[in-house]
């Protein structure tokens, strides 16, 4: 009677530290979908911030084109009344003529054209609710929305940590439990004496049966946020990857698992996750960050810049070569990458430039979000140049745009306004570049342009990268 009296009072203990676990486990399922639609809204605001951007370098290449298509027209006119009161025109007038006609009409097509990729940006804002004749304030809305909604993915994110803590110690006393009713049969013979003898051996395997259960947990998520069925082979892939990575890397398990759901909570899909996780535990090991963190730092940056999943490694190998040579960490360049990637990549700006000045940037105390609202607004002011921007580029006889209307590579604009402005006095250096750069973003705009000026030509940005093999 005794023994069986035990038995009930440990299975009833059992059943009492499941019950939480599975609830526990429900509640980080339901808090990695919040997490996950988390980041697809941010993923939305990010592309509309982008589309912003976009419009307003469309909208002054459109006027631009206008510009120029006026003069045409009116240079064709000017030559036409010219051969009218000639009355017998030269060859060498039907000639300009003729250049005339042909400039006109190429600046009509190209003028057209970038009027019905202008309306189709206006359209894409107005579906978004974003209007282009108020975009000083969406432009507002959108960066306190991007706040918000970053301030609740930070939230979500400790939730999900705290919820993962709390499983791993149920699953701890659950192990203990199971472990101690499967010797159940020899408690009988034993007595109290017996039980307390054996209660010390629980312990042993409690942490390894804890950890298994929580890879399991893990993986669970990977399989709800990848919508992937039990029994997938693409599922079982994820598995496999993950005990790989355990048991070939300095990383668990249990932690590869978990770096795989931050890349699906970034939309990554089960092939596009396989391809990543290398790199990311290269990035993880110099970074000296959690997977996990790395993971969500990593695919956010990937995302920004529109870059794929295979350029995992080529990432890695640029924020290792940042932020081993400058004063910034890991966490540091994710969170200036947040709020620049996004506008870098419209204006194809390149990974190794935007980090390189990022890290020039946090020599200079320049770091985090701060460096990155500077980095937005410099690349944003020289890409759609408001009008003290235009009047200052115009002064120093500096072209932010090639002759197709894209954003010049910025090391070269850098070096070309470190030469036109080192010989002025400081003030009106200071002013000029207020101008280009804005209020906010002056500052920032100081240190690229100082750093441009110590290297003899415009590739001071692969001289920061030239031993990046070397770093790792």
Not at 56 to 62: A, E, G, P, S, Y
Not at 101 to 124: I, S, Y
Not at 319 to 327: K, M, Q, Y
Not at 412 to 429: Q, V
Request: net charge positive.
């Amino acid at each position: 009677m005794a023994n069986d009296l035990r038995l009930r009072v440990l299975l009833d203990a059992i059943d009492k530290a499941s019950a939480p676990l599975k609830q526990i486990s429900k509640g980080s399922l339901e808090t990695a979908r919040e997490l996950k639609a988390a980041r697809d809204r941010l993923k939305e605001l990010n592309a509309q911030q982008k589309d912003v951007s976009a419009w307003r370098t469309q909208l002054t290449q459109t006027r631009e084109t206008g510009q120029a298509l006026d003069a045409a027209r009116a240079k064709v006119r000017a030559i036409a009344q010219e051969m009218a009161a000639t009355g017998a025109p030269t060859k060498a007038m039907a000639s300009s003529m003729r250049t005339a006609v042909r400039e006109a009409q190429r600046l009509k097509t190209e003028h057209q054209q970038q009027a019905e990729k202008l309306q189709q940006l206006r359209t894409k804002l107005h579906g978004a609710g974003i209007s282009t004749r108020d975009l000083g304030n969406h432009e507002r809305t959108l960066r306190e929305q991007i706040g918000a909604t970053n301030k609740a993915i930070s939230t979500q994110s400790r939730r999900m940590d705290e919820l993962a803590s709390r499983q791993a110690k149920l699953a701890k006393a659950r192990a203990n439990l199971e472990k101690a009713q499967s010797q159940s049969a020899k408690m009988a013979g034993m007595g109290v004496a017996g039980i307390a003898g054996g209660s010390g051996a629980l312990y042993a395997g409690a942490k390894m049966i804890g950890a298994g259960v929580q890879f399991d947990s893990d993986m669970s998520k990977v399989q709800a946020l990848t919508r992937l069925d039990k029994q997938s082979p693409e599922l079982a892939a994820l598995r496999a990857q993950a005990r790989q990575l355990g048991a070939e890397t300095m990383f668990s398990a249990t932690d590869a698992a978990q770096g795989q759901g931050y890349l699906a909570m970034a939309g990554f899909d089960p092939k596009s996750i396989r391809a990543a996780m290398p790199g990311m535990l290269d990035l993880a090991k110099a970074g000296d960050t959690g997977l996990a963190e790395t993971s969500d730092i990593a695919s956010n940056i990937l995302t920004g810049m529109n870059l794929k999943a295979a350029d995992m490694g080529r990432l890695g190998d640029v924020l290792v070569g940042t932020f081993t040579r400058s004063n910034t960490n890991l966490a540091m360049l994710g969170e200036t990458m947040k709020y620049v990637a996004p506008v870098a990549s419209s204006v194809g700006q390149d990974i190794e430039t935007v980090a390189a000045m990022a890290g020039k940037l946090g020599d200079a105390g320049i770091q985090g979000s701060m460096g990155g609202t500077a980095l937005r607004a410099i690349l944003g002011r020289l890409s759609a140049p408001p009008k003290s921007a235009a009047k200052a580029l115009e002064q120093l006889g500096v072209k932010g745009k090639d002759a197709q209307g894209n954003l010049r590579d910025m090391p070269s604009i850098l070096k070309e306004i470190y030469e036109k402005t080192r010989k002025m006095g400081s003030a009106d250096r200071a002013g000029i570049l207020k101008d280009i750069a804005g209020d906010e973003a002056v500052a920032g705009m100081q240190v690229l342009v100082a750093q441009a000026g110590r290297y003899d030509s415009p590739t001071w940005v692969t001289n920061q990268f030239t031993h990046i093999g070397n770093s790792l």
